[in-house]
């Protein structure tokens, strides 16, 4: 059974209309990641949650939020999409600490027309 | 600079053939995971490593934190293993951040 689970597999969204990515697991790990990956490119941290903490890696745009309202469900809102945030969104979970495993969801496919 | 580098970017095999993919780092880590993405996929969880070497089926991962490299070997490689395989470390007292390489794009011919 999936243990990461993103929803949905496959978005198309307009310029500038708001998206929401859903992010839910069953492995009540403590830390959940988004990774932005572009084509042809090694995916790359937006940001994470260390239970109720947030951390926001510094070049990771405005247009991007997060939220974690409990330890299960983490959602990435895109506020206004531009052409270049046409990527696959990765929703990643951990039990946090040195050398724990990492467990990927599958993935959405963002594409904005 | 990247702080994961893996080679070769590109590996086109016959199936059967084995088959060896480099991740190299340049900080010291906790873990290092091997994982595999298909085309259009998500990314599965192949091997984690902080020392020696695992092994799971056809799929081998090595690790020499000493030399800050690691190896993942297919043996009788097959269609179904085309994927790219991605390295990713977790550096040591950085909290929770992973370092990812760009990947290595193989193609299995039968």
């Known amino acids: 059974d999936a243990m990461v689970i993103q929803n949905p597999r496959y978005q198309v969204t307009q310029f500038g209309k708001p998206v929401t990515l859903s992010c839910s697991q069953t492995?009540?790990?403590?830390?959940m990641y988004w990774y932005q990956q572009k084509s042809s490119q090694a995916p790359k941290l937006l940001f994470h949650?260390?239970?109720?903490?947030?951390?926001n890696e510094a070049d990771t745009p405005d247009n991007f939020q997060s939220r974690r309202p409990n330890t299960s469900f983490c959602f990435l809102d895109i506020r206004s999409p531009g052409l270049g945030d046409t990527a696959m969104y990765l929703c990643a979970t951990s039990r946090g600490g040195i050398g724990t495993e990492a467990f990927f969801g599958q993935g959405t496919r963002l594409t904005v027309v | 600079k990247n702080e994961v580098e893996q080679s070769p970017q590109n590996l086109t095999a016959q199936e059967g053939e084995f088959i060896t993919i480099n991740c190299s780092y340049s900080?010291?880590?906790?873990?290092l995971h091997w994982l595999q993405q298909h085309p259009g996929g998500g990314i599965v969880s192949l091997f984690m490593?902080?020392?020696g070497k695992k092994k799971h089926g056809r799929l081998i991962a090595t690790i020499n934190i000493q030399e800050k490299h690691s190896s993942l070997h297919i043996t009788a490689s097959h269609p179904r293993d085309s994927a790219v395989y991605i390295c990713a470390v977790r550096p040591r007292n950085t909290g929770n951040q992973f370092y990812f390489g760009t990947g290595t794009s193989l193609t299995v011919i039968p």
């Open positions: 492995l009540n790990h403590n830390v």
């Open positions: 900080v010291g880590i906790s873990a």
């Open positions: 490593l902080s020392s």
């Open positions: 949650y260390y239970d109720k903490d947030f951390n």
